[in-house]
């Protein structure tokens, strides 16, 4: 096998282990409420404690990757990774799952930006790197179509902690893979991490995120939530201001001025928020309204795992053809419409005839987003600053999938809660209905014990999967419309300047690149 191949090979295990983490997690959500007594806002914590340190210290660890070596950050953020999961595995609190989950996220922010950078430094013809990152794109339909296999597999015969260890030999795997083959690149003249703007960024994000999982408990118009989200606003401009001033800021801010690198993080953002609030609320529903145990949740994962990885493989090699407004715009469509369509499901919801295809439209949408949209933002940097712009997309991705978590789930969270509420005033003790409404898996627990309340469960809960869905599709499609707008179309893509680019990224490539993202061609 070509030696490209077995990078390619290398950097895709690694990306699926990232993955796979993320699914692995949602698919034992149910399982962890019952055994750890953890409600929504613990679950949401959770699968977001991951996700938060991933999009917090993406940024600042692709540089670090530039400047100190690729192929060691690998290995590292792999080893890191490896021990964090076993941790996990020995843990018996929610409270302490969250702080290992925080910890798989660090390491997984350290992975995550060599897998792009090494890529972009291997495959420096564009259409080959259209290719490996279409493959690229694919390795995440896999994470997702294993995660809940195997997740819902190692449960049916092991207990959760299972789903920790099974992380760590594959972990274990792609570190000797990169030793072997993965050759070492770097870019010795990227700047010192720009430390003002690494603390604003992570407060601003931390403090969103707390204000969106918290707000179902204090209200969305209590004093608390409103100060949080003013907070985090004025942590935003504080970070703008300060990319701005400093001299080697983390990631220069003006790039977002050229459209086509801003429209295309939008749409990895969008499809990533829509993608993880999906997984957060159907393994729930599919285990906790529909009864099926995790191994047959997780065999019903497939069909949007599957069409994923195709689409990714045909939104790669058609972005360079017809253009990548021509491929994201109707995947973001294809998104907005599968949710809107999945926010009309009822109890008994006809899995083949229903759930599958709405499981392949938005399995598709994401695959015809992501890669396109990718490959546009790694062209807007050469290859040699290739780690800062695998981190924006790297964080516009974790971005997108904690807000996804945070929003649909503490939306969710508000009206089911709302809605069980009305329907057991009467039927319940207060304390017994507010932990019913605090934790589904509770509600599910005493709905076995007392006539009637399995049916007010199951409604509430479709009141919050149907809430929570609508506004994944109407931001999908608000989306869709901006894409149409501000994503170039086949004219700006054509052949005779994708090779003049191609060329300009050789030369680039050849000497020393010196300076920050700002100077890099815009593409």
Request: glycine share 10%; proline share 5%.
């Amino acid at each position: 096998m070509p030696r490209k191949s077995l990078v390619l090979l290398t950097v895709c295990l690694a990306t699926v282990t990232i993955n796979l983490s993320t699914t692995i997690t949602n698919i034992a959500l149910p399982t962890l409420a019952e055994e750890l007594d953890a409600g929504t806002r613990e679950l949401l914590w959770i699968v977001d404690g991951y996700n938060l340190a991933f999009a917090a210290l993406v940024l600042a660890m692709g540089s670090l990757s530039d400047r100190f070596g690729r192929r060691p950050a690998l290995v590292l953020g792999l080893a890191g990774f490896a021990l964090s999961s076993a941790a996990a595995a020995l843990v018996d609190t929610s409270a302490a799952l969250v702080a290992i989950r925080v910890a798989m996220g660090v390491f997984a922010a350290v992975i995550f930006p060599t897998t792009l950078s090494i890529i972009a430094n291997a495959f420096t013809e564009r259409r080959a790197r259209a290719s490996a990152l279409g493959l690229w794109g694919a390795s995440v339909g896999v994470g997702v179509a294993l995660g809940p296999v195997a997740g819902g597999f190692l449960l049916e015969h092991y207990s959760w902690h299972s789903v920790f260890l099974a992380l760590v030999p594959i972990s274990v795997l792609t570190i000797a893979m990169a030793l072997a083959w993965v050759p070492e690149s770097r870019d010795p003249h990227v700047p010192r991490i720009d430390r003002p703007g690494f603390v604003v960024s992570v407060a601003a994000l931390g403090t969103l995120t707390w204000t969106i999982i918290e707000a179902p408990e204090h209200g969305w118009s209590s004093a608390i939530t409103i100060a949080g989200f003013a907070a985090a606003a004025a942590l935003v401009i504080g970070f703008v201001l300060i990319e701005r001033a400093v001299a080697h800021p983390m990631i220069d801010v003006t790039l977002f001025l050229d459209r086509r690198f801003s429209a295309a993080c939008g749409a990895v953002t969008i499809a990533f928020f829509a993608l993880f609030g999906f997984i957060f609320l159907i393994t729930q529903f599919f285990q906790f309204v529909r009864d099926y145990t995790p191994l047959e949740t997780g065999v019903r994962f497939l069909p949007v795992a599957l069409s994923i990885a195709v689409a990714s493989i045909v939104g790669s090699w058609l972005a360079p053809r017809v253009g990548t407004k021509a491929v994201v715009t109707p995947g973001l469509v294809m998104l907005g419409g599968a949710f809107l369509w999945v926010a009309t499901i009822e109890v008994d919801v006809a899995y083949a005839s229903v759930v599958v295809p709405q499981m392949v439209l938005l399995g598709g949408g994401i695959g015809l987003v992501s890669t396109p949209a990718t490959e546009s933002i790694m062209r807007v940097l050469p290859p040699a600053r290739a780690g800062v712009g695998s981190a924006v997309n790297d964080a516009t991705r974790e971005l997108g999938g904690t807000l996804g978590v945070a929003v649909v789930g503490s939306i969710f969270s508000f009206r089911y809660a709302d809605s069980l509420l009305a329907t057991v005033q009467g039927r319940l003790d207060g304390p017994t209905a507010d932990a019913a409404a605090d934790s589904v898996g509770f509600a599910d627990a005493v709905a076995a014990q007392v006539p009637g309340l399995a049916a007010a469960v199951d409604d509430a809960f479709l009141d919050g999967l149907a809430l929570g869905c609508t506004v994944i599709g109407v931001l999908c499609l608000v989306g869709g419309l901006a894409a149409l707008v501000a994503l170039p179309g086949n004219h700006d893509d054509s052949p005779d300047q994708l090779d003049q680019l191609d060329q300009l990224d050789d030369r680039s490539t050849a000497g020393d690149v010196v300076g920050t993202a700002h100077d890099a061609p815009r593409r």
